[in-house]
């Protein structure tokens, strides 16, 4: 999933100050997911922010919605008769809901709620760990089902480096060398002949350096 | 405001803070009528969405009461619990409504005078505070 965690809260109310009435969105997605941006987290950020400012003896109008999901138009399109009666949207959604609904509402502010992160998984209830970086060309094949790319913090195809001690990476004890984890599990699956073989260099341009990306499938065209 | 009399909503285990709540009134220990009690299941149950609701609607105060550390019923929810007041006092502190209006507290079912004494000392430490700035803020409106 895309994982996130709410902004702090002085920067949303640095965003909320100069309005009166807004519709503060969740996404029941990703962030419904990691607890950032779901039903809950609306409720939960618009308690507070109604308390800062009946605080301060100021009033603001805050809706709470949320969609099913924001990073696709035939669900953002759902505010098209309400969107009007609002000041601003304040997405609690990833970084593609956000714009998704900047560009379908182009006179509407909008103003994003969490800071998005990575793409990860769960590690434990509370614990969101990165797990792929979207590189546009998978290797987890050749290397055990752990990605060098999103967990090798130098990202190197045929490691470890030098900095790899006891299973961790240089750069932190608390971060596991993504090649030790990659030869235990190669040693486990007995494919160790894959460690041995060199990876090629890595042809970068499937990935953000080729400029943004997208995809377009004929097959689903409308 | 010497006439202020805060309401705090109680959000209070039925296998330990209710039970001992109960206790206290056939002890006979007196804790404020404005201490008002939601029994829950656990105190685990208690989501920081809860709190924030109370405090949004108008409570002076809000105390989580869960079993004693190490025996919950449920195993963790009192544990769990403290970590979403803990978070609740962070935000709150974060948006100037201040985290003391937030208590955790731990007791067993027979501890009628530890729910009492708790509950009345809560109560006196937000009076002290003053009302909820939310709610004044809206009486004043209203005014
Ligand atoms: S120690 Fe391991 S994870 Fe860290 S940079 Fe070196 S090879 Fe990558």
């Known amino acids: 999933m895309i994982t996130a965690v709410r902004k702090p809260m002085a920067e949303i109310l640095g965003y909320a100050a100069q309005f009166d009435n807004i519709l503060l969105l969740g996404c029941n997605e990703c962030v419904t997911v990691c607890y950032a941006g779901g039903r809950k987290e609306v409720g939960i950020l618009a308690s507070a922010l109604s308390l800062a400012f009946l605080k301060e003896g100021k009033k603001l109008a805050i809706t709470e919605h949320t969609l099913e999901r924001q990073c696709d138009p035939e669900f953002v399109e759902e505010l098209a008769q309400t969107i009007e009666q609002y000041d601003a949207i304040f997405s609690m959604a990833c970084g593609c809901g956000v714009q998704t609904l900047a560009g379908r509402y182009k006179d509407k502010p909008v103003f994003p709620m969490v800071n998005t992160q990575f793409m990860g998984a769960s590690e434990r209830q509370g614990v969101w760990a990165e797990r792929c970086a979207g590189c546009g060309d998978c290797v987890l094949a050749y290397t055990g089902g752990i990605c060098p790319v999103a967990r090798c913090s130098k990202r190197i195809f045929n490691g470890p480096c030098g900095g790899s001690t006891k299973g961790k990476c240089e750069i932190d004890p608390g971060v596991d060398c993504a090649w030790q984890l990659i030869w235990d599990r190669l040693k486990a699956l007995g494919r160790t002949d894959l460690y041995s073989q060199i990876m090629p260099a890595k042809d970068w341009r499937t990935a953000k350096d080729g400029g943004p990306r997208r995809i377009v499938r004929e097959d689903l065209l409308s | ?143």
């Open chain 2, 1 to 143: 405001m010497i006439d202020f009399q805060p309401v705090i909503v109680a959000f209070a285990c039925s296998y330990c803070a209710y039970t001992a709540a109960d206790m206290a009134g056939v002890q006979g220990f007196a804790y404020p009528e404005g201490v008002k009690i939601v029994q829950v299941p656990c105190s685990g149950k208690v989501d920081s969405l809860h709190i924030l609701r109370a405090l949004q609607k108008g409570a002076d105060g809000v105390m989580v009461a869960g079993c004693l550390e190490g025996d919950c019923h449920f195993r963790n929810g009192n544990r769990r619990a403290a970590q979403r007041v803990r978070y609740v006092q962070a935000l709150l502190e974060d948006v100037g409504i201040g985290g003391q209006r937030v208590l955790m507290a731990n007791m067993s079912a027979g501890q009628g005078a530890v729910f009492a004494a708790t509950a009345s000392h809560f109560w006196e430490t937000i009076r002290a505070l003053g009302q909820n700035p939310a709610k004044l803020a809206a009486s004043r409106a209203a005014a």
